[in-house]
């Protein structure tokens, strides 16, 4: 058992022995280090003024992340190397990213900029990046500035971010990993009282232990969401689980029948697997949240915690996702939409939590699109999730699993359009109606501030209808309009 | 063209002015060492204010308020209603119906009740919660619709008439009509409303204060604390963002902070969350607009009837001056035989609407905008023929409210070069092709003028003073009235200061904005914020020089042509001293190094009243040519090129201008498509954090965007080097994204006039499309 938090700021080894259980990283840094770089924008992870990046070693290399600080808690950075706007100035030298940020006027009133400093230091860091504008926005989704409208910003990125990396951080990375290495440990932390704590087990064991005498704790995987029960709502949590650091809840594992992950597998460590399953999941997965939610947030939560909104549940249930559940004393998978069973409720009992997904690759024979409507492209939550996996015998749809967001209180399978499309034909478009028209009983959507209830289900009917064009690949031009400026773009480059 | 003699092209050649120089502060921003007011080092002891409110009414008499667990909540203080306010209970601009906390009714969704001052924010916030209010409820008055059937008005209704709109109706050859709404905005500036007051001996007050407008902090806070203005002192050194939204918006808090420092003793801030921030503090306004238009065959406009219906909220705020903006915009470039064009201020149990960024004027054009695409698809003609077919020239050239276009020419030229290096007829072609081919995605194209009128309508805010000191080292202290919210003012005033001096840009000292180095100051805003104290700087800089070149003159026995200042030196003949001991002789010799500039706008007459006179100095041109795509079946769209000419006169800095072009446009790129304001039946505002409303991201910059400055003669108008204003203009290059949108919708239905609402969301394209779908079938 440790009773401390350990990472690493500026070379040197933090350890803290007073770590609150819903105090955050941005506050630590603001309020008690007096270190003022860093800004607080909006306090939900949505703007990115807080970005700071965490190094870790990730299959085995020393890896930048950015993260919202302001919704990270301060404990989940045991481990890590914090890197803040303040770090990156050595021998009074700019680093490249700051110079060229000033070069090209990459600012205006200046407050923003911390934080987009900070994830260009990030994409600076990264390998295997293609030079591109697309790479860039995509870095950059996370990050809001109201002056320049981005263009000196993005062209500082172009001619900063995709050099080898040559600064401080390459130079002192071997003795970077060597402290990572001894901050490492398989102990379980614990910080506080019975009453108030925060902690993070290091073994399932552990987690079940633990969770089993305190099951009113809460349960914090990547605190996207859990960030802002405590800078919004203002909830007291005097019991907090980070489930970061349990051995082996973050795996990855591809087979030729899909993909096995465990419940803190983020977004970012799944993207590529997820790609592989499918083109549209990857474009999917690139626009859920941010570079920074990507990088903390983990699929396991997304489902969890039963947003109503949540963009991933909808395609993982299309695709006829599994979920696995543990406790103290059980053990039990059940089909991923059988988890959401009304709103804000989820089939999860006292002291069970989530391990794990597997996500069933589709079959030579199936069809997969999903797609999300939103008023922005990047960074914004679906005003309608459609998902669609058809399996399709000699132009024949014998099955379809239809999974729809925001139609309902929870994510929703469409019963009805499942089975009046059974037998449809992919060229007679006349025998997709009745399936479109059952979408009209299957759900019965609300109005709210992203759309309202007349606009999802027009929308929602266009894109089974969508889906069924596509598949049916008649449609000589795109139908889609991203990626038709993405092919323009391919053209033009 | 042929270019008049400019004078200030045949003076020596300049060093810093109308160079693309960094922002001052660029450095301090890219390492995080810019401070910001929540980053300045806190007095010990200082304490936190969060305002409290009544979290679920609009409109109500309250009935009760209990506050004793608030009290008694971890950490706190003191708590603050009106009755605790020694001075008056208002933090207007002017017309007194803004209560800094509730005085017995709650008027809209989000007012301020009390405030909670604690010893850390966390414990205020967390304390706020705690309060019990009850309210009677009054069905609150909320929409367009609902104040004109209420008759409920902040203002009176006010118009320009020109001929007889009636007449000229009759005379049309053909008389189109609508309605459409035109959205809000919220200003989002990435730093949030702050301020920290700081208590000084004998009852003074510091007040470091997030604000555009520091005198007007400095008069409330001292109005709301009932002592003299002399007592107060408002600074500022920068914004993280302003737009409008710190120009009366910055009162209310720098108010409470001050009101908690008055009675705790101790400093105090108070730094809004950001949710508190959306739902307390007005906002863009939101129209209806009615327009009726009657033009001849060819599509040339013979009358115009335009009602503008302005949702203001529940106080005058800048209403005033905004629906005004409106107005004198309504034309943007085109030229109305008879017109009459109306403005109704009405008024609404919500937030109170205020100054953003082009002050008005954006929705004025963005109507005019949308008669000419109307007239376009009605005559079948292209919308730029019809755009061009409207502009002022030389006989017709006198705007609605009696101002002539002197420079129509500029407008011509600007709009011609546009038209070409966008490529704007094959483009056209293109488009036609695509969409002739495309079933589900359809294109649209559109190149759009813009024509802002320079100069504030309130005649008395056009002025301005500077302060600024020559010390005996050769340094110079800068300082002026304007304030630094991003838009590089202070740079670019640095810049013409040293130009004066000789020196170079590190001798010049930027300082914070101050109410008690220059008082009585106007708000920095309607782009004026250069003409104005830039000028102002010179003036107080060339008056300490002249009073050098004087002393010189006198020693060295010799004429002023033989005086140079350059370099940090100064060259006597040939003789070259240090500007230091120049300065350092002249000190000896007891002469005044220090000098309060001041500067007003020549040739402004505007009456209001008698609606007579020229209201603006001048006018700053742009166009913009934009190529969207849209999905008819979901409503999905894309902005696939944007092409900007823009003219700011000669640049004083152009690196800085072209930041200013780019980041206008896609504000005004998301005013029109991405960010909708929406408030629920109730009247509460439901899009109040950046998770719900989507300001652009840098995804949705067009990847091919050309923006150019207007390469001209400069201002006609003797402005600080014959430059132009670039703060408000460039929102409205915008108009071109949802014009295209318009003619992409457009080109399902040839003949019909979609009715898109802006902001074009998804959900308003699929309404528009689904409208023309409609019709389409039935006719």
């Known amino acids: 058992m440790r009773d401390t938090i350990r990472f690493i700021k500026g070379g040197e080894i933090v350890e803290l022995h007073d770590v609150g259980p819903t105090e955050t990283l941005l506050d630590y840094l603001r309020l008690r280090r007096k270190e003022t770089g860093t800004k607080e924008g909006c306090g939900e992870g949505d703007c990115g003024a807080c970005t700071v990046a965490l190094g870790r070693v990730i299959d085995g290399k020393l890896t930048y992340q950015p993260v919202n600080s302001c919704i990270q808690l301060l404990g989940m950075v045991d481990g890590a190397e914090l890197v803040t706007v303040e770090d990156l100035v050595q021998d009074k030298r700019l680093h490249p990213v700051q110079q060229t940020m000033m070069d090209l006027h990459g600012s205006q009133c200046g407050f923003c900029t911390p934080g987009f400093i900070m994830t260009l230091f990030t994409l600076y860091h990264a390998e295997g990046e293609a030079k591109s504008r697309k790479t860039v926005t995509e870095w950059l989704a996370g990050n809001l500035c109201r002056c320049t409208g981005y263009r000196p910003i993005v062209d500082a990125a172009l001619e900063a971010c995709f050099n080898v990396a040559d600064d401080a951080f390459t130079w002192r990375s071997n003795e970077t990993r060597e402290q990572l290495k001894k901050l490492a440990d398989s102990r379980d932390i614990f910080l506080g009282t019975s009453e108030r704590f925060f902690s993070s087990p290091a073994s399932l064991d552990g987690l079940a232990a633990l969770y089993g005498q305190h099951p009113d704790a809460t349960l914090v995987s990547g605190a996207t969401d859990v960030g802002l029960w405590i800078t919004k709502h203002l909830r007291d949590l005097p019991k907090t689980i980070w489930l970061g650091r349990i051995e082996g809840l973050d795996r990855v594992e591809e087979s030729e029948s899909g993909i096995l992950m465990g419940a803190t597998a983020t977004f970012a460590a799944t993207e590529a697997a997820m790609t592989r399953i499918s083109p549209d999941l990857g474009e999917l997965w690139k626009r859920i949240g941010s570079k920074q939610v990507r990088a903390s947030g983990t699929v396991g939560g997304n489902i969890a915690n039963g947003s109503p909104i949540g963009d991933s549940p909808p395609a993982l249930i299309a695709l006829g996702a599994t979920l696995e559940l543990q406790s103290a004393d059980t053990d039990r998978a059940l089909a991923l939409e059988d988890f959401f069973i009304d709103y804000g409720k989820q089939d999860r009992l006292p002291g069970e939590f989530v391990t794990g997904l597997f996500v069933p690759r589709p079959s030579a024979n199936q069809v997969f699109h999903c797609y999300k409507i939103s008023k922005r492209f990047d960074q914004d939550i679906s005003s309608v999730m459609a998902a669609f996996r058809f399996t399709i015998v000699d132009g024949r749809i014998i099955d379809a699993r239809i999974a729809y967001g925001g139609m309902a209180g929870t994510p929703k399978r469409a019963s009805g359009a499942e089975a009046a499309l059974k037998g449809a034909i992919l060229e007679d478009a006349s025998t997709w109606a009745a399936a479109i028209d059952a979408l009209n009983t299957d759900f019965t959507p609300l109005t709210d501030m992203r759309a309202s209830a007349e606009y999802r289900m027009e929308t929602a009917r266009a894109l089974l209808a969508k889906a069924l064009m596509e598949t049916d690949g008649t449609a000589a031009e795109s139908v889609r309009v991203l990626a038709k400026r993405e092919a323009d773009h391919d053209r033009a480059a | ?779």
Request: aromatic content about 6%.
């Open chain 2, 1 to 779: 063209m042929t270019a008049p003699l400019d004078q200030s092209k045949v003076t020596a050649p300049l060093k810093h002015v109308r160079k693309p120089l960094a922002h001052d502060s660029a450095e301090m921003h890219v390492t995080g060492t810019a401070p910001y007011i929540d980053d300045l080092t806190e007095a010990v002891g200082t304490l936190h204010v969060v305002p409290g409110w009544a979290r679920s009414a609009v409109r109500g008499k309250i009935s009760s308020i209990d506050l004793t667990d608030v009290s008694a909540s971890d950490g706190v203080v003191a708590v603050l209603t009106s009755d605790d306010i020694p001075g008056t209970n208002d933090c207007s601009s002017g017309f007194g119906d803004d209560p800094v906390l509730a005085d017995g009714e709650i008027l809209f969704y989000g007012q301020v009740v009390f405030a909670v001052v604690a010893e850390t924010r966390d414990q205020a916030r967390k304390a706020t919660l705690k309060a019990r209010i009850e309210v009677a409820p009054i069905p609150p008055i909320l929409t367009q619709e609902d104040a004109e059937a209420a008759e409920t008005m902040v203002l009176p209704d006010y118009q320009f008439r020109r001929g007889s709109p009636e007449t000229g109706m009759t005379a049309a050859e053909e008389v189109l009509s609508g309605s459409f709404r035109i959205g809000g905005q919220e200003h989002f500036y990435l730093e949030g409303q702050i301020a920290m007051a700081v208590p000084q001996e004998a009852g003074g007050m510091l007040v470091h204060t997030s604000t555009q407008h520091p005198t007007e902090v400095q008069h409330t806070v001292a109005k709301v604390l009932g002592v003299p203005d002399a007592l107060v002192t408002a600074e500022v050194r920068r914004m993280g963002g302003g737009f409008g939204g710190k120009e009366s918006q910055a009162n209310q808090w720098a108010s409470l902070a001050a009101l908690a420092a008055h009675a705790t003793g101790r400093a105090c801030k108070v730094r809004l969350d950001r949710d508190d921030d959306m739902i307390m503090t007005g906002k863009r306004h939101d129209f209806r607009v009615d327009w009726t238009v009657g033009h001849d065959g060819t599509g040339k406009i013979r009358a115009v009837d335009m009602e503008f219906l302005a949702r203001c909220g529940y106080s005058v705020d800048l209403s005033l001056g905004v629906n005004d903006r409106t107005l004198f915009h309504a034309d943007s470039s085109y030229f109305y035989p008879d017109a009459a064009i109306r403005s109704r201020r009405l008024k609404t149990d919500t937030c109170s609407n205020t100054a953003f960024r082009g002050f008005g004027g954006p929705q004025g054009m963005l109507a005019a905008e949308r008669m000419i695409d109307a007239i376009a698809i009605k005559t079948g003609r292209d919308p730029l023929d019809i755009r061009k077919l409207n502009f002022y020239d030389g006989e017709r050239n006198i705007t609605p409210y009696g101002m002539p276009v002197e420079e129509y020419a500029v407008m011509h030229d600007l709009i011609a070069q546009l038209e070409e290096t966008s490529d704007y007829w094959s483009r056209r072609d293109d488009v036609r092709d695509f969409n002739a081919v495309n079933a589900v995605l359809k294109k649209g194209l559109a190149l759009t003028p813009v024509k802002f009128g320079i100069s504030f309508t309130l005649k008395h805010l056009n002025q301005a003073g500077a302060l600024v000191h020559l010390y005996t080292d050769g340094s110079v202290h800068l300082n002026h009235g304007g304030t630094e919210m991003g838009q590089g003012l202070y740079q670019k005033v640095a810049q013409v200061v040293a130009e004066e001096f000789g020196v170079t840009l590190e001798k010049v000292r930027i300082t914070a904005t101050n109410t008690s180095k220059v008082p009585n100051t106007g708000p920095t805003a309607a782009s004026s914020g250069t003409d104005l104290n830039a000028m102002a700087a010179k003036l107080a800089a060339q008056e300490i020089k002249g009073r050098l070149i004087s002393f010189l003159c006198e020693q060295h026995q010799c004429g002023p042509e033989a005086i140079h200042f350059g370099d940090n030196k100064v060259l006597i003949g040939d003789q070259s001293f240090t500007l230091a001991e120049v300065a350092k002789q002249a000190h000896m010799a007891r002469i005044q190094m220090s000098h309060a500039g001041f500067y007003a706008t020549p040739g402004i007459t505007w009456d209001r009243e008698s609606v007579t006179g020229r209201p603006f100095y001048y006018f700053a041109f742009g166009g913009a040519c934009a190529e969207v795509t849209i999905d008819t079946m979901t409503g999905e769209m894309t902005v696939d090129r944007v092409d900007i000419l823009h003219d700011v006169g000669h640049s004083l800095n152009p690196a800085i201008d072209l930041g200013q072009i780019e980041g206008g446009f896609v504000q005004g790129m998301g005013w029109l498509t991405t960010e909708e304001l929406v408030w629920d039946e109730k009247g509460r505002l439901r899009t109040h954090a950046p998770s719900t409303y989507k300001i652009p991201t840098a995804s949705d910059i067009p990847e091919e965007f050309n923006v150019s400055l207007y390469d001209g003669n400069g201002n006609p108008q003797e402005t600080v080097y014959r430059s132009k204003a670039v703060g408000e203009p460039p929102v409205m290059l915008a108009n071109a994204v949802f014009c295209a949108i318009n003619d992409a919708v457009a080109s399902i239905a040839p003949g019909q006039i979609p009715n898109l609402d802006a902001p074009a969301t998804p959900e308003a394209i699929m309404k528009a499309v689904r409208g023309l779908r409609s019709r389409k079938v039935s006719s």
